[in-house]
């Protein structure tokens, strides 16, 4: 495999050759879990859930962190304003972010550390960069001295001059361009103890701790959203470096997804939720859509869009079942060539697609011909590559999440029925006992039953909508 990837601080296609070879460690900046997600939160999770997926197809140990933001001023903002615990305003979206997640069929991290589990990691870093003379205390804040890293600005091209924090001026703060580590206690809000006094952590530094806890001084890739590149990115280098980490090696960054021109976003109010475009597409469709652009170009979201996405990959998948129904079974088989070329070429995943449509239409083709055995090969070269972008028809995790017309649900409707059919008989013979403990079995197992004029019928009781299923 030779994979090149554009780094954004080499501003140009790089060769991915790993720290250790056959191990790749992935850092991705998550949510600030203030939140239900929109579809472009969710965009750089699918985006590079497929690098991912790409690498461990290669037999790579891919260890991959993603990170969750649970303090934060507009987390502590909107508990205050809704009258909740700040904690339980955090957990709820990360809950609703996870389900996002897992919705869509991205591989759950292998670690997903929380910002507030990590302080002592925090704590330490400021110290380290406190002796090395890189940063400072003032007034219970501590900043990062930006003049004392001369390579600052090398990720993002900021000229020094044209440096502007987004931060408000503070008492002690040296320079305007020095950017916080670590907030002052302010009453009423959470704080940790720190030797320079209690207060809570500034976002960069958060991640700063998080990877190095987890991927070590040095690993291997950095991603996230376009927007983090400044200030996010900018200054958890700057830490991390002038602590004397190597840190990141690769920089990625995913585009946006845009309504009317703009970055979808809250503040806007051009924003979609996950759930909302799930009552208008199934799952696999709304990640096929997310994840067909190339992960660097901005994505114009449209209805009209995400239906012509959506009928797409109904068309692929369509093929893959006819296949399966003539044959029974599809193995997984092997990605193409040409497919390979696109995926190293920077995740080339248009490409990858144009491939992977050449490959069905000829695999139509040998259906309509009546050639089984060329229809099923394609199907397996088309469930391989599209389970490399994580959207291959027949995962069961597709498969079992719908609920209707899937295998598992049609199994389960025979063990039920069965069932049923002896609660029937119980019944018949006044067996009341035997006939009530098939319901309760039944109800036990979360499933409903409900007498109707037509005989019963039965249901999976869920606790939550599944919207779109
Ligand atoms: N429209 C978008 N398209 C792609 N990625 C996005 C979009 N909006 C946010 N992101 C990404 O989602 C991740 C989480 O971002 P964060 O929680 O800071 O939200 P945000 O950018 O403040 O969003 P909003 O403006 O809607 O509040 C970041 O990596 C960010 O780049
Ligand atoms: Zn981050």
Same mark, same amino acid.
């Given at each position: 495999?030779?994979?090149?990837?554009?780094?954004?601080?080499?501003?140009?296609?790089?060769?991915?050759?790993?720290?250790?070879?056959?191990?790749?460690?992935?850092?991705?900046?998550?949510?600030?879990?203030?939140?239900?997600?929109?579809?472009?939160?969710?965009?750089?999770?699918?985006?590079?859930?497929?690098?991912?997926?790409?690498?461990?197809?290669?037999?790579?140990?891919?260890?991959?962190?993603?990170?969750?933001?649970?303090?934060?001023?507009?987390?502590?903002?909107?508990?205050?304003?809704?009258?909740?615990?700040?904690?339980?305003?955090?957990?709820?979206?990360?809950?609703?972010?996870?389900?996002?997640?897992?919705?869509?069929?991205?591989?759950?991290?292998?670690?997903?550390?929380?910002?507030?589990?990590?302080?002592?990691?925090?704590?330490?870093?400021?110290?380290?960069?406190?002796?090395?003379?890189?940063?400072?205390?003032?007034?219970?804040?501590?900043?990062?001295?930006?003049?004392?890293?001369?390579?600052?600005?090398?990720?993002?091209?900021?000229?020094?001059?044209?440096?502007?924090?987004?931060?408000?001026?503070?008492?002690?703060?040296?320079?305007?361009?020095?950017?916080?580590?670590?907030?002052?206690?302010?009453?009423?809000?959470?704080?940790?103890?720190?030797?320079?006094?209690?207060?809570?952590?500034?976002?960069?530094?958060?991640?700063?701790?998080?990877?190095?806890?987890?991927?070590?001084?040095?690993?291997?890739?950095?991603?996230?959203?376009?927007?983090?590149?400044?200030?996010?990115?900018?200054?958890?280098?700057?830490?991390?470096?002038?602590?004397?980490?190597?840190?990141?090696?690769?920089?990625?960054?995913?585009?946006?997804?845009?309504?009317?021109?703009?970055?979808?976003?809250?503040?806007?109010?051009?924003?979609?939720?996950?759930?909302?475009?799930?009552?208008?597409?199934?799952?696999?469709?709304?990640?096929?859509?997310?994840?067909?652009?190339?992960?660097?170009?901005?994505?114009?979201?449209?209805?009209?869009?995400?239906?012509?996405?959506?009928?797409?990959?109904?068309?692929?998948?369509?093929?893959?079942?006819?296949?399966?129904?003539?044959a029974g079974e599809i193995p997984v088989g092997k990605w193409t060539a040409e497919f390979a070329a696109a995926l190293d070429d920077d995740l080339g995943v248009p490409k990858a697609l144009a491939e992977i449509?050449?490959?069905?239409?000829?695999?139509? &083709?040998?259906? +309509?011909?009546? /050639?089984? $055995?060329? !229809?099923? =090969?394609?199907?397996?070269?088309? #469930?391989?590559? %599209?389970?490399?972008?994580?959207?291959?028809?027949?995962?069961?995790?597709?498969?079992?999440?719908?609920?209707?017309?899937?295998?598992?649900?049609?199994?389960?409707?025979?063990?039920?029925?069965?069932?049923?059919?002896? &609660?029937?008989? +119980?019944?018949? /013979?006044? $067996?009341? !006992?035997? =006939?009530?403990?098939?319901?309760? #079995?039944?109800? %036990?197992?979360?499933?409903?039953?409900?007498?109707?004029?037509?005989?019963?019928?039965?249901?999976?009781?869920?606790?939550?909508?599944?919207?779109?299923?």
């Amino acid at each position: 495999m030779t994979l090149r990837l554009f780094d954004t601080e080499a501003r140009a296609l790089r060769e991915f050759t790993p720290l250790a070879p056959g191990h790749a460690s992935i850092y991705l900046c998550g949510a600030t879990v203030q939140g239900d997600p929109h579809i472009g939160h969710v965009r750089s999770g699918v985006a590079f859930d497929v690098l991912r997926r790409w690498l461990l197809a290669h037999d790579y140990d891919v260890a991959f962190v993603r990170n969750v933001t649970d303090i934060d001023d507009k987390i502590l903002n909107k508990a205050a304003e809704a009258g909740r615990p700040w904690w339980e305003w955090a957990a709820t979206y990360e809950r609703s972010f996870d389900r996002a997640y897992e919705q869509l069929g991205v591989l759950a991290p292998s670690a997903e550390p929380r910002a507030t589990g990590h302080v002592t990691q925090m704590v330490e870093l400021m110290a380290r960069l406190i002796d090395a003379g890189h940063a400072y205390a003032a007034a219970g804040d501590v900043y990062f001295d930006v003049r004392s890293f001369p390579a600052y600005g090398a990720l993002s091209g900021h000229k020094l001059d044209d440096v502007h924090q987004g931060e408000s001026a503070a008492e002690g703060k040296r320079d305007p361009r020095d950017f916080t580590l670590w907030k002052a206690e302010k009453p009423g809000e959470p704080s940790w103890p720190t030797p320079w006094g209690r207060g809570r952590p500034g976002w960069h530094l958060e991640c700063s701790a998080m990877a190095e806890a987890y991927l070590g001084a040095e690993f291997d890739i950095h991603c996230g959203g376009l927007d983090l590149v400044f200030p996010h990115h900018e200054n958890e280098l700057a830490q991390s470096r002038a602590a004397g980490d190597g840190f990141a090696r690769y920089w990625l960054h995913n585009g946006w997804v845009t309504m009317g021109g703009e970055k979808m976003s809250k503040s806007l109010g051009n924003v979609l939720s996950v759930p909302n475009v799930l009552k208008r597409v199934r799952p696999q469709e709304l990640r096929f859509y997310l994840g067909g652009a190339h992960y660097r170009s901005m994505l114009e979201y449209s209805d009209h869009a995400l239906d012509v996405a959506a009928e797409t990959y109904r068309g692929i998948e369509a093929f893959v079942l006819k296949t399966q129904e003539r044959a029974g079974e599809i193995p997984v088989g092997k990605w193409t060539a040409e497919f390979a070329a696109a995926l190293d070429d920077d995740l080339g995943v248009p490409k990858a697609l144009a491939e992977i449509h050449g490959r069905q239409r000829e695999g139509n &083709r040998a259906l +309509a011909a009546g /050639d089984l $055995d060329a !229809a099923v =090969a394609i199907a397996g070269q088309v #469930r391989a590559m %599209m389970g490399i972008l994580g959207v291959d028809p027949l995962d069961p995790h597709w498969v079992s999440g719908t609920a209707d017309g899937s295998a598992l649900h049609d199994a389960l409707d025979v063990l039920v029925r069965a069932n049923l059919e002896a &609660r029937q008989r +119980a019944k018949a /013979d006044k $067996d009341w !006992a035997a =006939a009530d403990e098939i319901r309760d #079995r039944l109800a %036990m197992a979360g499933v409903e039953v409900t007498d109707t004029p037509n005989g019963p019928e039965w249901a999976v009781k869920t606790n939550h909508n599944e919207a779109g299923q």
